[in-house]
């Protein structure tokens, strides 16, 4: 299976925002859930969010209201669209095809404050 790659990530300011996406090869796309994870310096990975094929959506606790994960299967793109970003999201963060083993190369969001 081809990785998904992301893009989107960036240097901003606590308070600030960025889009994420993820582009997932394959005409399966439409089937299958999408995942967004992150990683911080010295901590464990951890699900941020995931979008089911048919749309519904569930978050991390720590993100609701501030992120929206959202899809378009004519683009075999997952989005992640993170506002009033804090400090303490800063991570790489990476999207993964549920249920699947294939990693992309992730994309850096650092949020200074």
Same mark, same amino acid.
């Given at each position: 299976q081809v990785a998904p790659v992301e893009?989107?990530?960036g240097l901003v300011q606590s308070?600030?925002?960025?889009? %994420?996406?993820c582009i997932v090869s394959g005409s399966t796309f439409? %089937?299958?859930g999408m995942e967004w994870y992150r990683q911080a310096p010295g901590k464990q990975r951890e699900l941020v969010a995931g979008i089911s094929p048919t749309g519904n959506m569930n978050y991390q606790d720590s993100v609701k209201g501030r992120f929206s994960i959202s899809?378009?299967?004519t683009k075999n793109t997952v989005y992640l669209q993170m506002n009033s970003l804090k400090p303490e999201d800063t991570a790489v963060y990476y999207c993964k095809v549920r249920n699947s083993d294939s990693w992309g190369q992730? =994309?850096?969001? =650092?949020v200074s404050s």
């Open positions: 893009s989107g990530g308070g600030g925002s960025l889009r %994420l996406s439409w %089937l299958r899809r378009d299967n992730g =994309t850096q969001v =650092t």
